[in-house]
């Protein structure tokens, strides 16, 4: 697929956990992939390399590190990130040690996954917005001689009442 959107591939057996991702992530400007399985991520990454993988750890078959030492071998400058829900001390270390970029504990909140990815991988472009062929209104001020002369200005002093000087 050619784009200007850096990609993102996110791998999650938990169908909700998926689409929390992807709607934060391509929110964000990300174009977003999805995958529920080891080998579907890889399948995928291969089609389309990714600038940077979100990945769960516990998932049925093979795990996230199992993908991350593939990844690894296969595309060694790709960044990958792994969320568990289950994970301790240990998991972490290990996750971090055998090249993970981050490691989140899940569910991650919308504003930690944005950061980790946005930090790891390139910034995300929006698409140019339309505009329909109409020109933009700006809001620019008006220069001192397009002002209405002071003759044109009303002179009537404005109702507003005065604000109660406050007393110490």
């Given at each position: ?16 956990a998926l689409s929390l991702a992807r709607g934060v992530l391509s929110q964000a400007g990300w174009r977003v ?136």
């Amino acid at each position: 697929m050619a784009t200007d959107r850096a990609h993102i591939l996110v791998v999650d057996d938990d169908p909700d956990a998926l689409s929390l991702a992807r709607g934060v992530l391509s929110q964000a400007g990300w174009r977003v992939s999805v995958a529920d399985t080891v080998a579907d991520a890889l399948a995928v990454a291969r089609r389309d390399p990714p600038q940077c993988v979100v990945s769960d750890v516990m998932m049925p078959g093979e795990d996230g590190f199992a993908l991350l030492e593939v990844l690894r071998a296969e595309q060694p400058d790709v960044p990958v990130i792994l969320m568990t829900g289950y994970g301790g001390l240990d998991d972490a270390v290990r996750a971090v040690s055998s090249g993970a970029e981050r490691y989140l504990p899940k569910p991650a909140r919308p504003g930690a996954l944005r950061d980790a990815v946005r930090t790891a991988s390139p910034a995300p472009r929006r698409p140019a917005r339309r505009t329909r062929g109409r020109r933009r209104r700006r809001c620019r001020p008006k220069p001192w001689w397009a002002a209405a002369p002071r003759s044109c200005r009303s002179t009537r002093p404005s109702r507003a009442r005065p604000t109660p000087s406050r007393r110490c």
